[in-house]
């Protein structure tokens, strides 16, 4: 189900609607990348109740949109964040079509049609090679042995440990500072040692990785920022 808001600034907003059997009450709901708007209706509301509350919230919706972050594709020129520093995406010319870093600039050749792809392999390949030496090194640290490592595009997750000893990231936290970075394998690794998120559980996340909360805390404030790339 959609519809379509018009706002008094003369833009026309597409709202998805969907139903929640676990919502308890009238929600919108936007997105802090893109802007989308999602308007929840639980258990109960009629469609042309959930349109009148979202008619009057107009205002609200046309600032939160209006502050949400535009996306900012792969391209030529593009700046991107990169382990604490910017990395500039600039095309090239190679005998066969690549990806590479030199300092401050990834440059990639081939077809332009085919850039995004080759930025995100590249950040992909990058994250792994962050990531696969941390997991090795807390694990022997921790006494815990880990098991396959996967590089991902999760959206509500920057990391996950399955009760196998998998471990699975999100290859966008390559984009973070190297502690944040640090922080989230540190938390994955210590599932391997408990998998609940209880006293042991943080005691070890805290040898793992140096400053915790502040990683945590810049997770909440700046994560959602880095899906606006790509």
């Known amino acids: 189900m959609s519809a379509r808001l018009r706002l008094a600034d003369g833009r026309a907003l597409d709202v998805a609607i969907r139903r929640s059997a676990r919502a308890r009450r009238i929600q919108i709901k936007i997105a802090p990348v893109g802007g989308a708007v999602e308007l929840v209706l639980p258990p109960g509301a009629e469609r042309e109740e959930g349109l009148a509350f979202l008619e009057a919230k107009r205002e609200w919706v046309a600032a939160r949109t209006a502050r949400a972050r535009p996306r900012v594709p792969f391209a030529d020129g593009a700046a991107l964040p990169f382990l604490g520093g910017t990395l500039t995406v600039r095309c090239a010319d190679a005998g066969r079509p690549a990806a590479w870093r030199e300092g401050d600039t990834l440059r990639v050749s ?3 049609e ?3 792809g080759r930025v995100e392999s590249w950040l992909r390949g990058a994250a792994r090679a962050e990531i696969a030496p941390r997991v090795r090194d807390k694990a022997v640290r921790l006494g815990a042995r880990p098991g396959r490592i996967a590089v991902r595009d999760t959206t ?7 009760a196998a000893g998998n471990l699975s990231f999100c290859w966008r936290i390559a984009m973070a500072p190297v502690p944040v970075l640090d ?8 599932h391997l040692a408990e998998p609940n998120h209880g006293a042991r559980f943080w005691a070890h996340v805290g040898r793992l990785c140096d400053d915790p909360q502040s990683a945590r805390a810049w997770l909440r404030h700046n994560g959602a920022v880095l899906h606006r790339y790509g």
């Open 183 to 190: 922080y989230v394998v540190a938390h994955e690794v210590a």
């Open 114 to 116: 085919d850039l995004p």
């Open 110 to 112: 081939g077809r332009p």
């Open 156 to 162: 509500s997750r920057w990391g996950s440990c399955s």
